[in-house]
């Protein structure tokens, strides 16, 4: 089972940035899609963003143009550069190995004035 643990979650205001992080240990990250997820209160977790191994991004349309996927194969580490956010951005987000059930805690990102 892969290990996952997010980062970089905070407080901004609308229109700001953050850059999400989520390190995981083994050795099958290279070979593996990964995606980041989030769930806001009284929603249901949805995809944000996936990438392939070979780093082939897909974004929800909500944050198309705003966020950006990638992927650092030799640090085992998956990000997500945030920009233009908005309140409706508010949630957990986590990075999961898709199509398995190894998921991070998450980390809260609130955007806010």
């Known amino acids: 089972q892969v290990q996952l643990v997010e980062s970089g979650g905070g407080l901004v205001q609308p229109g700001g940035s953050l850059r999400l992080s989520c390190t995981a240990s083994?050795?099958?990250?290279?070979?593996?899609?990964m995606g980041w997820y989030r769930q806001a209160p009284g929603k249901e977790r949805e995809l944000v963003a996936d990438?392939?191994?070979?780093?082939?991004?897909n974004y929800a349309d909500s944050v198309k143009g705003r966020f950006t996927i990638s992927r650092d194969n030799a640090k085992i580490t998956l990000y997500l550069q945030m920009d233009s956010l908005k309140p409706e951005d508010t949630a957990v987000y986590y990075c999961?190995?898709?199509?398995?059930?190894?998921w991070g805690r998450g980390t809260q990102v609130t955007v806010s004035s």
């Open positions: 999961r190995v898709t199509g398995t059930n190894s």
């Open positions: 083994g050795s099958i990250f290279r070979f593996v899609t």
């Open positions: 990438i392939t191994p070979g780093g082939g991004p």
